[in-house]
């Protein structure tokens, strides 16, 4: 856990809830430290200088200071630039950050990842209405996969062969893909172009950007161990609506 006092650090704000009657817990994810708990206090009194600045999504600069699990934020500024988030894209921000919540450990600094991240929410802002393309949430997902260390193996077999466009496969996970046989019946199959187009981040075909979403989504419920998202079961109960 970084010690003593740290200044000016760029951050965003993933998740925050009450703390006794007038402070608040905040989960930032920071570019040199990564996850961390901050505790903002009196930051839901009426007139706090920081009520308004804690918002998800948006670029901070932020200073705190003390020792162990939870570190006294000292100072937020908003560095500006990034539309606020509506409609489908809104969503898919919570999603983001569920998955960082989830999947990241504290106090592991992943700058690339927040490099990732900042761009996302950048492209995510980009669109009035909000509309969100599904190969930027792909590319994402794939991304933080790679920073964790789980790095999906996509342009060859497990027995190290060229994976072949043409050819079914069968996606097992931490081992990667193998030739599908006559009886993998049930099991879900991904087409060889679909691993190839993936490891090069090309979803122009939409059965690659389908089988992609599939796969990912496979992956990811695994490296939750079974942990539902919030963001998903609100957006599939919205769908049914």
């Known amino acids: 856990m970084p ?4 200044d000016g650090q760029p951050a965003y704000v993933l998740h925050s809830y009450p703390f006794r009657e007038t402070s608040l817990i905040v989960e930032v ?3 040199d430290f990564g996850r ?3 505790l903002a206090r009196g930051a839901r009194r009426p007139r706090a200088a920081m009520r308004g600045l804690l918002m998800a ?11 162990g699990e939870v570190l006294t934020l000292m100072k937020v500024e908003w560095q500006g630039g990034q539309p606020l ?5 809104l969503f898919c921000g919570y999603y983001l950050n569920e998955l960082l919540i989830h999947l990241l450990p504290r106090e592991d600094a992943h700058e690339q990842l927040f490099g ?6 950048r492209r995510l802002g980009a669109d009035p209405n909000g509309r969100v393309e599904e190969a930027d949430l792909r590319h994402f997902e794939k991304a933080l996969l790679q920073e964790l260390g789980y790095g999906l193996t996509l342009a060859q077999d497990q027995a190290g062969q060229p994976v072949v466009a043409e050819v079914d496969y069968i996606y097992e996970i931490e081992r990667g893909p193998r030739q599908a046989a006559i009886g993998d019946n049930g099991v879900r199959r991904v087409r060889g172009q679909s691993l190839l187009d993936l490891a090069n981040d090309d979803f122009s075909d939409p059965r ?9 989504r496979a992956l990811i419920a695994h490296y939750l161990g079974g942990v539902e998202l919030e963001s ?7 769908q049914e609506l």
């Open 3 to 6: 010690r003593g006092k740290v």
């Open 29 to 31: 994810f920071s570019r």
């Open 208 to 216: 690659s950007l389908a089988e992609a979403k599939g796969l990912m």
């Open 232 to 238: 998903r079961k609100i957006f599939r109960e919205l």
């Open 116 to 121: 990732h991240y900042t761009a996302m929410l």
């Open 57 to 67: 999504f948006q670029p901070l600069e932020i200073g705190w200071a003390g020792k």
């Open 36 to 38: 961390l708990a901050l």
């Open 85 to 89: 988030l509506a409609g489908p894209a």
